[in-house]
């Protein structure tokens, strides 16, 4: 039944990819965290230790925190704390089913998307129009296999710095055909 669990990616990056900078969002977009908010409550969530520091409240409330790093001792307060790729996200699956919620969510950071984009179903994307001096990427590779299914532009105004565009992309069906889902 896990199996029905999907496994997304959730994150914001600029032209070039750049998804932030010492640690923190290199961008001010009240609209997008609130759409990161919507999308993610209530379902466990997966990150690596450097986003889980860089949060400014831990654990994200409402959300399972799942931390996944090479330090086997490390301590995440509140949070499931997992070295391996694959028992982070059976577990979260798991957590998942057991809530009775259809996802869970990857949010960062550059190496745990690099890990988790061959096993997700589902992307949700949000393009910024800037290009912004960053020092950590979400690459484009590996979107080609997937569709974009729904699209919603936001302007700059008072309220967020930049214009930007989510998008939400589901793995091409002939994909998920390949990779014997």
Request: proline share 5%; charged share 25%; no cysteine.
């Amino acid at each position: 039944m896990s199996q029905n669990v999907k496994l997304a990616l959730i994150v914001a990056r600029d032209r070039k990819g750049a998804i932030g900078k010492d640690g923190t969002l290199p961008w001010s977009l009240p609209d997008d965290l609130q759409l990161f908010k919507k999308v993610t409550l209530g379902k466990p969530i997966i990150m690596g230790r450097k986003t889980w520091e860089s949060l400014p409240r831990k654990p994200l409330p409402g959300r399972q925190n799942i931390v996944l790093t090479r330090h086997w001792d490390y301590a995440a307060p509140e949070a499931r704390v997992y070295s391996n790729m694959n028992a982070a996200t059976a577990a979260a699956r798991a957590m998942a089913q057991k809530a009775g919620v259809d996802e869970v969510f990857v949010i960062g950071g550059q190496s745990l998307f690099e890990k988790a984009m061959p096993l997700a179903d589902r992307l949700y994307i949000t393009e910024v129009d800037a290009d912004v001096d960053g020092d950590v990427f979400f690459s484009a590779d590996g979107i080609s296999n997937f569709t974009a299914v729904s699209e919603t532009a936001f302007p700059a105004d008072d309220r967020n710095q930049y214009a930007f565009t989510h998008r939400i992309y589901e793995r091409a069906a002939d994909e998920v055909v390949r990779r014997g889902k």
